[in-house]
T-cell receptor
Framework: ETGVTQTPRHLVMGMTNKKSLKCEQHLGHNAMYWYKQSAKKPLELMFV???????ENNSVPSRFSPECPNSSHLFLHLHTLQPEDSALYLC????????????FGEGSWLTVV | KNEVEQSPQNLTAQEGEFITINCSYS?????LHWLQQHPGGGIVSLFMLSSGKKKHGRLIATINIQEKHSSLHITASHPRDSAVYIC????????????FGKGTKLSVKP
């Protein structure tokens, strides 16, 4: 238990569906992240939020839409995804952006059919 | 270009063996992280270090700044150590990001 909770753990969606991934952290952290992990590839940073403000969008396609309503919650809204978007999506948090210890959730396994 | 390279990619060991996983990185990191990922997907932070050596239980992490190299050692390995071990370098100061290696898949046989 790392203090970062992700739901759902597994998601199968069609290319025309709209779904959302949810992340919640109970650590009092101010920075939250979405990462994508595809097979045989290193983790790729998608988005960074610092004090609820998006501070980085790593050239992510618009079919991925993040939302951070407060410092404890982070969502990733998914719309008209492609099969190549199938991957493990990991949420993480840290006390602040800038080299602190980072805490990851268990991840959401996404399959797009 | 900021890069993090790990070796080996895959490692099989017998229970009780001493294990070493290596990580090399390009200039400019301010911290080096070692992470452990279990088959279910979750990732746990093992160490964050910028110099010297850290130890936690049977795990030891070292970093050599001059050689831009870090190692993760596991003493008296156990099947429950089987996981993917990931090295990541933190680049860029207060607005920086982690750059991850591809991971080393460790399997410890009983």
């Amino acid at each position: 238990e790392t203090g970062v909770t992700q739901t759902p753990r597994h998601l199968v969606m069609g290319m025309t569906n709209k779904k959302s991934l949810k992340c919640e952290q109970h650590l009092g952290h101010n920075a939250m992240y979405w990462y994508k992990q595809s097979a045989k590839k290193p983790l790729e940073l998608m988005f960074v939020y610092n004090f609820k403000e998006q501070t980085e969008n790593n050239s992510v396609p618009s079919r991925f839409s993040p939302e951070c309503p407060n410092s404890s919650h982070l969502f990733l809204h998914l719309h008209t995804l492609q099969p190549e978007d199938s991957a493990l999506y990991l949420c993480a948090s840290s006390q602040a952006r800038g080299g602190n210890t980072i805490y990851f959730g268990e991840g959401s396994w996404l399959t797009v059919v | 270009k900021n890069e993090v390279e790990q070796s080996p990619q895959n490692l099989t060991a017998q229970e009780g063996e001493f294990i070493t996983i290596n990580c090399s990185y390009s200039v400019g990191i301010s911290a080096l992280h070692w992470l452990q990922q279990h088959p279910g997907g979750g990732i746990v932070s093992l160490f964050m270090l910028s110099s010297g050596k850290k130890k936690h239980g049977r795990l030891i992490a070292t970093i050599n700044i001059q050689e831009k190299h870090s190692s993760l050692h596991i003493t008296a390995s156990h099947p429950r150590d089987s996981a993917v071990y990931i090295c990541a370098g933190f680049y860029g100061g207060s607005q920086g990001n982690l750059i991850f290696g591809k991971g080393t898949k460790l399997s410890v046989k009983p």
